[in-house]
């Protein structure tokens, strides 16, 4: 979907936002401010300048067709967004909807959305460029984060969002904070989107609200190697009203569907969750106590 345009950056809706976050940033004010800023890019249709466009020239893009067979292990239902015929339902010989075994095609979109997380990208610079000519770091907290990630043809041949796979759930978490010890550091703790609130609350040292969802990440802020939880619980919807639920240790994916089915994937030996070890019995203490965070964390 999409393609390139003929407009300068300023002339695109991501582009004026961060022009106008800018004009934002620049005002002189004695009170705290909250800035929420949004990008389109790199959501859906894949547009942006051409320039954006011509650094990655489709031939150039390296992509490798998911193995033969590779739906072989999955439930149907992680893939089908309805109810299926028969609990545990596997979708070999079934590709999903979107599949596609073109490679050209397959560059031309890989490109397209490289080109759309370059201009995003760009449009930020602007924002972070107006925070150091206004030498903002000192008294700025700054989040950026996505709202999901998107399937580039693993999973059997997948081209969307919504699973309950990694590459869809997991997404980029940065936070900048004056003061800390170790900036520019990665972690390994695990964190999420609900997360960033409480974490705000802590650093502005604002009110912290009677209920509030959550955790603050604020330890790991200060120390990366601090970890604040042990799991995290995802989820999807399913047709009917029913709902699968996932969760992620440090060292797997467990996800349990409403039909039965169930997924296990230890990332740490098998990193794109490519080989489903639901089904092996020495993995049955495992999935007990996996299903039990999720008994644990869900309401």
Same mark, same amino acid.
């Given at each position: 979907?999409?393609?390139?345009?003929?407009?300068?950056?300023?002339?695109?809706?991501?582009?004026? @936002?961060?022009?106008?976050?800018?004009?934002?940033?620049?005002?002189?004010?004695?009170?705290?401010?909250?800035?929420?800023?949004?990008?389109?890019?790199?959501?859906?249709?894949?547009?942006?300048?051409?320039?954006?466009?011509?650094?990655?020239?489709?031939?150039?893009?390296?992509?490798?067709?998911?193995?033969?067979?590779?739906?072989?292990?999955?439930?149907?239902?992680?893939?089908?967004?309805?109810?299926?015929?028969?609990?545990?339902?596997?979708?070999?010989?079934?590709? /999903? /909807?979107?599949?596609?075994?073109?490679?050209?095609?397959?560059?031309?979109?890989?490109?397209?959305?490289?080109?759309?997380?370059?201009?995003?990208?760009?449009?930020?610079?602007?924002?972070?460029?107006?925070?150091?000519?206004?030498? @903002?770091?000192?008294?700025?907290?700054?989040?950026?984060?996505?709202?999901?990630?998107?399937?580039?043809?693993?999973?059997?041949?997948?081209?969307?969002?919504?699973?309950?796979?990694?590459?869809?759930?997991?997404?980029?978490?940065?936070?900048?904070?004056?003061?800390?010890?170790?900036?520019?550091?990665?972690?390994?703790?695990?964190?999420? =989107?609900?997360?960033?609130?409480?974490?705000?609350?802590?650093?502005?040292?604002?009110?912290?609200?009677?209920? =509030?969802?959550?955790?603050? =990440?604020?330890?790991?802020?200060?120390?990366?190697?601090?970890?604040?939880?042990?799991?995290?619980?995802?989820?999807?919807?399913? &047709?009917?009203?029913?709902?699968?639920?996932?969760?992620?240790?440090?060292?797997?994916?467990?996800?349990?569907? /409403?039909?039965?089915?169930? &997924?296990?994937?230890?990332?740490?030996?098998?990193?794109?969750?490519?080989?489903?070890?639901?089904?092996?019995?020495?993995?049955?203490?495992?999935?007990?106590? =996996?299903?039990?965070?999720?008994?644990?964390?869900?309401?």
């Amino acid at each position: 979907e999409g393609g390139p345009t003929t407009n300068a950056d300023e002339a695109e809706g991501d582009g004026r @936002r961060a022009r106008l976050a800018v004009k934002v940033l620049e005002e002189k004010r004695d009170k705290p401010l909250f800035l929420a800023l949004g990008f389109v890019r790199p959501h859906v249709a894949w547009i942006a300048p051409q320039k954006y466009f011509d650094l990655y020239p489709p031939d150039k893009i390296k992509f490798t067709p998911a193995p033969e067979g590779d739906t072989k292990d999955i439930p149907a239902i992680a893939i089908k967004n309805r109810p299926q015929a028969l609990p545990g339902l596997m979708l070999e010989g079934r590709e /999903p /909807p979107g599949f596609s075994k073109d490679q050209a095609e397959a560059r031309r979109g890989i490109a397209a959305y490289l080109a759309c997380v370059t201009f995003m990208d760009a449009q930020l610079g602007l924002v972070l460029d107006a925070l150091d000519r206004e030498d @903002r770091w000192k008294d700025t907290i700054v989040v950026f984060f996505g709202d999901n990630g998107h399937h580039f043809g693993d999973h059997g041949g997948l081209w969307r969002k919504n699973t309950l796979f990694e590459e869809s759930l997991r997404v980029p978490l940065i936070i900048a904070s004056p003061g800390m010890p170790e900036p520019g550091k990665s972690t390994a703790a695990l964190a999420d =989107l609900i997360d960033v609130y409480p974490t705000l609350v802590d650093l502005t040292g604002i009110a912290r609200p009677g209920t =509030l969802d959550g955790v603050s =990440l604020v330890p790991t802020v200060k120390d990366p190697k601090a970890s604040v939880q042990d799991a995290l619980v995802q989820y999807r919807p399913t &047709e009917p009203s029913r709902t699968g639920y996932s969760v992620r240790t440090a060292r797997y994916r467990y996800t349990l569907w /409403p039909d039965g089915s169930e &997924e296990l994937y230890d990332l740490s030996a098998d990193p794109a969750g490519r080989r489903d070890i639901a089904r092996q019995p020495a993995q049955s203490a495992t999935i007990r106590a =996996l299903r039990a965070q999720i008994e644990r964390l869900v309401p």
